[in-house]
Nanobody
Framework: QVQLVESGGGSVQAGGSLRLSCAGF????????MGWFRQAPGKEREKVAT????????FYVDSVKGRFTISQDNAENPLYLQMNFLKPEDTAMYYCALGFAPPWRKGKTIGTMSRDDYNVWGQGTQVTVSS
């Protein structure tokens, strides 16, 4: 059974940085998608940053472009989300997700893959940014 475990959340002041990590267990694919989503209280879960492992393409929601970076060296290493210049509006529960199928198999790009295209989810890690 594939499991994802997030870590690295916390409380920071605006302008600060955090690095989230997502460790995956029980999966060893070569072409798949992973990503970070977030959900603030009273809001829908939002796609933040996603990446096509084996394809080299990534997606960022406009509100985090230039501030967040998603990375994973290979399937044996964690997925990271480096978050710089954090803003209060970044406050949310952050979730790691794994999609077994590469985008082309769904007729999509990494940017058009939705929450429903991801098969495994972690429990989340809380990020709180104070002004």
């Amino acid at each position: 059974q594939v499991q994802l475990v997030e870590s690295g959340g916390g409380s920071v002041q605006a302008g600060g940085s955090l690095r989230l990590s997502c460790a995956g267990f029980g999966y060893a694919g070569s072409s798949y998608c992973m990503g970070w989503f977030r959900q603030a209280p009273g809001k829908e879960r939002e796609k933040v940053a996603t990446t096509y492992i084996g394809g080299g393409s990534s997606f960022y929601v406009d509100s985090v472009k230039g501030r967040f970076t998603i990375s994973q060296d290979n399937a044996e290493n964690p997925l990271y989300l480096q978050m710089n210049f954090l803003k209060p509006e970044d406050t949310a529960m952050y979730y790691c997700a794994l999609g077994f199928a590469p985008p082309w198999r769904k007729g999509k790009t990494i940017g058009t893959m939705s929450r429903d295209d991801y098969n495994v989810w972690g429990q989340g890690t809380q990020v709180t940014v104070s002004s």
